[in-house]
Structure formats: C-alpha cells, structure tokens
C-alpha cells in the first residue's frame, strides 16, 4: 500500500508540474499600446519619457515602460485586471495619471490614461507617517507609538495656523460609497475620527522653511516609558504636539507635549487617533481664509452621513480645493489596494510590505543642497514614497527621486 501511495505521489506530482509547463506557456500575453493624454498646452513639458507601471491586480506581474515623443509605448503584457499608474516631472511641472481596474483583455489594442499636468508643490507635506506599529514582548500588537511628521517643503516661513488633518473614509481595502472622484471634479472628501487642527488665529504658529512639525498619537519614549514597549523603534518625547482624545477618557498625556485640538470627531469609542495598521489615507487642508472653524463645524451642510447607508455616522466633508497634501496609504495585496483620493491630490499609492514590523513610509528627497532637503511631492506617492523604512522622527533621510 505504501509503495502505491508513494507511486501516486510521483505521478500527481509530475502532473502538477507538466499543467504548470502548460500554464506558462498558454498564460495569453498581448502586445498592447499603451497611450497618454494630456493637455501640454502653455507648459515646458512634453510627453516623452513617462513611466509607466502596470501592477496585475491579483499579484502575478508588473510592468514598466517609458513613452516615446508620442505620448505612446507598446508592452506585451499578460491579460489581466490592471491598476496602472504613470508619472513625469519636468521643468516645474508634473503629470500624473491612474487607471485603477483596467481590463487587459484578448480585445485590447490601445489604453488611453487620461493625465493632468500641473505645477509642482511648494508647501506642507506629509514628510514621514508610521502607522504600521510592532509587536509587544509576549506577541501583541502595539500602535501608540503612530506618528505622522509634516515638512515645509517650501522656502518661505508657512503660518500653521488652523492647518488641519486626518484620515478619509472608507479604510484602503473597502470600496467607497462616496462618489466617484474621477467623475465629480468638485468633491468634497469625507474625514473619519478625529480631524485635528494647529493652534493659533493666523500668525502664531510659523513652521520655518525646510523644517518640519512632529505629531505624535502619544508624546512619550516609546521604548523606555512604563506605558511604551521595548520592542517600539521610537523615542516621542520631543514631539512638537500630541493627538490627545479626552472624550475617551483613555488617552495618555505628556504635560510637556502641547496636545492639539480636535475640531470634530464623529466617535467617542476609540481610545486615541489610530491609524489603521493595514492602511488609511490622509489628507491635510486649510479652511479657507477668514473661515471660523467652530461655525464652520456648527454649520450641518458640512456633513454628511454614508451614502446608502442608515448609519447616523456623521463625516465631515472637505472640499478637495482646500487640500494642501494627501496620501494613499494602502494594503499590500494588489487587489486590496483600491484608491479612495481623486487623482489630482494623488495619483498613486504607497504602502509597507511589513506589518506590525515598526517600518514606515518615507517621501524621496529631489533636492539636497548644503544640508537643505526638498522632497519630492509630484503628488504622486507610488513615486514620491518608499515604504518599509525605518522611523527616524525629526531626521532627514536622503533617499534619491531621480
Ligand atoms: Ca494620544
Ligand atoms: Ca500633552
Ligand atoms: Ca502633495
């Protein structure tokens, strides 16, 4: 009997390894022109020399290419459901584009990926967020040690008074019942939790020029403090704010530490302000000038509840025209990665391979100049971001755009 089962071992095995041969060599591949469109009136740059990548959505493969003069490159790409993305910055300006469930089918000849262009970025950037936590001495998980660090990217002194923050509805993996960003221009963008705001009427919390803000979830050194973990990568007791949530009555709070307010906060269960460990996107905006944000949270045409929903969850909606930065943070499964921001605040999307592992996600540096760092923000976080780093709060870490 033994014999016979180790047998038919051999010959299941050998099957399995002549259907996998097969597999390869029948797995369809099509050669497919690939095209970018986008109005290069009154801009210096032209459509050579984009990259494009094309992630398979269930993991098997991804592609790069670069344009010709044409806006144009032909891959030969295996059939597939696709999340493509493409990317160029040039004399001042970038263009950015998305297509995030594209179908690569027998049929398909030539994809169109509709671009914008714009003028780069000078201004507040989310410069480092670690979100993904790490593990505990006896194998828990331990997120307290969040922090999000914001960098004037700029040359000139910026005001951060009534700048504000948080995180968008739905979480990175769930498709979004908001309306669809790529058809509705004017979108307002729904804020979940806490959205936090910088102290100050107008001039009294200046953010000098190529400096940054530390926010942390708890102003504390996470790797010696009793209520930290030795296992943390992080010491957060020189953090410039906290995020400190009294409703729940749970939170820490670092005397030392300014805490910052929050101006709404659509729960009271979660303990502090949380970011998911598997992804959550942020934005960060200004209401605009002369804006009071207590009438501004008093006024219920700036909320709204979830479409379809009968949920009486309130979001608080923010125009995307009022948005100084935003980031795509998302899980690390292809076909988890479903974009929630419209295009033109970020076209791409960034995420950590390792999870609960105390890595972070770090924007490139396209600019060193005696000591001065400019990071890249062609809003675009596939290119502008690496994730998996190792936190290094308030420190620059070059790690070359180009
Ligand atoms: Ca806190
Ligand atoms: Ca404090
Ligand atoms: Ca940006």
């Given at each position: 009997?033994?014999?016979?089962?180790?047998?038919?071992?051999?010959?299941?095995?050998?099957?399995?390894?002549?259907?996998?041969?097969?597999?390869?060599?029948?797995?369809?591949?099509?050669?497919?022109?690939?095209?970018?469109?986008?109005?290069?009136?009154?801009?210096?740059?032209?459509?050579?020399?984009?990259?494009?990548?094309?992630?398979?959505?269930?993991?098997?493969?991804?592609?790069?290419?670069?344009?010709?003069?044409?806006?144009?490159?032909?891959?030969?790409?295996?059939?597939?459901?696709?999340?493509?993305?493409?990317?160029?910055?040039?004399?001042?300006?970038?263009?950015?584009?998305?297509?995030?469930?594209?179908?690569?089918?027998?049929?398909?000849?030539?994809?169109?990926?509709?671009?914008?262009?714009?003028?780069?970025?000078?201004?507040?950037?989310?410069?480092?967020?670690?979100?993904?936590?790490?593990?505990?001495?006896?194998?828990?998980?331990?997120?307290?040690?969040?922090?999000?660090?914001?960098?004037?990217?700029?040359?000139?002194?910026?005001?951060?008074?009534?700048?504000?923050?948080?995180?968008?509805?739905?979480?990175?993996?769930?498709?979004?019942?908001?309306?669809?960003?790529?058809?509705?221009?004017?979108?307002?963008?729904?804020?979940?939790?806490?959205?936090?705001?910088?102290?100050?009427?107008?001039?009294?919390?200046?953010?000098?020029?190529?400096?940054?803000?530390?926010?942390?979830?708890?102003?504390?050194?996470?790797?010696?403090?009793?209520?930290?973990?030795?296992?943390?990568?992080?010491?957060?007791?020189?953090?410039?704010?906290?995020?400190?949530?009294?409703?729940?009555?749970?939170?820490?709070?670092?005397?030392?530490?300014?805490?910052?307010?929050?101006?709404?906060?659509?729960?009271?269960?979660?303990?502090?302000?949380?970011?998911?460990?598997?992804?959550?996107s942020?934005?960060?905006?200004?209401?605009?000038?002369?804006?009071?944000?207590?009438?501004?949270?008093?006024?219920?045409?700036?909320?709204?509840?979830?479409?379809?929903?009968?949920?009486?969850?309130?979001?608080?909606?923010?125009?995307?025209?009022?948005?100084?930065?935003?980031v795509e943070i998302v899980?690390?499964?292809?076909?988890?990665?479903?974009k929630?921001l419209?295009?033109?605040?970020d076209?791409?999307k960034?995420?950590?391979?390792?999870?609960?592992?105390?890595?972070?996600?770090?924007?490139?540096?396209?600019?060193?100049?005696?000591?001065?760092?400019?990071?890249?923000?062609?809003?675009?976080s596939?290119?502008?971001?690496?994730?998996?780093?190792?936190?290094?709060?308030?420190?620059?870490?070059?790690?070359?755009?180009?």
């Amino acid at each position: 009997m033994r014999n016979f089962s180790v047998g038919l071992g051999l010959v299941l095995l050998l099957l399995a390894f002549l259907s996998s041969c097969i597999k390869d060599e029948l797995t369809p591949k099509k050669s497919v022109v690939f095209l970018i469109q986008a109005d290069t009136t009154n801009t210096l740059v032209g459509l050579e020399n984009i990259k494009i990548n094309a992630i398979e959505k269930s993991g098997t493969g991804s592609y790069s290419a670069i344009t010709d003069g044409n806006g144009m490159v032909k891959l030969q790409i295996t059939l597939g459901l696709y999340s493509v993305n493409v990317s160029k910055s040039n004399s001042g300006f970038v263009i950015n584009g998305n297509a995030d469930n594209l179908l690569i089918s027998a049929s398909t000849d030539t994809v169109i990926i509709k671009s914008t262009i714009k003028p780069i970025g000078q201004g507040l950037i989310f410069k480092e967020i670690y979100y993904s936590g790490c593990t505990t001495l006896t194998g828990g998980s331990y997120f307290s040690d969040q922090y999000v660090e914001i960098y004037n990217n700029s040359g000139d002194t910026i005001f951060l008074d009534g700048v504000c923050f948080g995180f968008i509805d739905p979480l990175s993996h769930q498709v979004s019942v908001w309306s669809d960003p790529a058809q509705n221009p004017g979108l307002r963008i729904p804020v979940t939790q806490m959205t936090w705001i910088f102290p100050g009427s107008g001039r009294q919390t200046p953010l000098l020029p190529h400096t940054s803000v530390l926010i942390a979830q708890d102003a504390i050194d996470h790797k010696t403090d009793i209520n930290g973990n030795p296992n943390s990568p992080v010491n957060l007791s020189n953090a410039d704010y906290e995020t400190y949530f009294d409703l729940s009555g749970k939170d820490l709070d670092n005397p030392a530490v300014p805490n910052l307010k929050y101006i709404f906060a659509n729960t009271k269960t979660t303990f502090d302000w949380v970011i998911a460990s598997t992804g959550q996107s942020l934005i960060m905006f200004r209401l605009p000038t002369g804006t009071d944000y207590q009438k501004f949270v008093q006024n219920q045409n700036n909320f709204s509840t979830k479409p379809g929903s009968s949920a009486t969850t309130q979001f608080l909606m923010v125009d995307k025209r009022w948005v100084l930065d935003a980031v795509e943070i998302v899980k690390l499964e292809p076909d988890k990665q479903i974009k929630q921001l419209p295009v033109d605040l970020d076209a791409g999307k960034v995420w950590c391979n390792q999870l609960k592992a105390g890595k972070c996600i770090r924007r490139r540096v396209s600019e060193l100049n005696n000591g001065v760092f400019t990071f890249a923000d062609t809003n675009n976080s596939l290119v502008d971001f690496v994730g998996d780093q190792d936190p290094s709060p308030k420190v620059n870490v070059f790690i070359d755009f180009n």
